[in-house]
């Protein structure tokens, strides 16, 4: 899809990722939530019902709406009600959580099904205890992986988020191995992102280390890999500000996932305007021609989803090689 970076209303958006909680069961190393509340500069909110309707009531139809967001999303009462919602207005055909996993039994994944869930991603950065209490603390992972053989039964697409950082990129092969073997998932492999914490990132030779044990773990014929950014063609604009938009717990318009700062569009609130009326403000159309003439060090730093980042070693979630490593 090619994408106009102009003024106009997009004539349709990819995806609307919507928070719906800051609350947290994990203390997981370099989380904007826990480096924040370290520093009594997080509290814990949700988004009600009330919001989330108006919220999605001024979106216009969307393929993809993706309940996520810096909180456990399984611990916000709503959601239940708040992802039927979504389905009986009828606006989106995907309709995703993101989540760790660890706040709610398989039964309760089950009950979002009836209510409308059709797509869930679960993070598993690692099914090593000792690893996971290095980048996911607070993880039980023996908790986790049972949960993964309750979802391999599940009859909605399942994904398994897994973010590679110094700590966990040598376990990946054995991750794959088992999660291949638990059942059929497709497993999104991202580098972690860098939140102040740059020792834990991986450098062009990290990079290349994942690259090999990403081809030496292959074939998997219980798993589709999508690559991480290191294997993906480089671009050189992120369209994310144009097609992607974020909305805070507290219903303000943010340009994307990462940002999560209602201040960069001086605070729009989905819950007050239109989709139609946000973008057309000018405070929204500033930053937007900002963006587009020269992309922000700050707040794009360390996104994993900057394509000026990206790698380009493979093309194509077929892992097809189209140059060489050495």
Known sequence: MSTDFSDSLPQRLQFMLMEVTTACNLRCPGCRRTNRREDGEWSSRFMDLATARKVLDNFPPISHLIVSGFGEVAFNPDLPDILAYARDCGKFRIIQINTNGLARDADYYRMLIEHGLNYLMVSVDTLDQDIADQVRTGTDVNRLRRLLHDLATFRIPVIVSITVSKENLEGLPSLLREINDIGKFTVGVREIGDMGQPERLLDSDGEIRLARLLMESLPLPNLRIAPPKCLQAKDARCVDPWLRPGVTVDGYLTPCCWTNDADLFQRLSMVDMTWEEAWH??????????????????????????????????????FELYRTLD
Do not use: I, V
């Open 281 to 318: 403000k000018p405070e929204h159309l500033e930053w937007l021609r900002a963006f587009r003439e020269a992309p922000p060090e700050n707040p794009c730093k360390g996104c994993t989803r900057d394509p000026r980042q990206f790698g380009g070693l493979w093309q194509g979630s077929a």
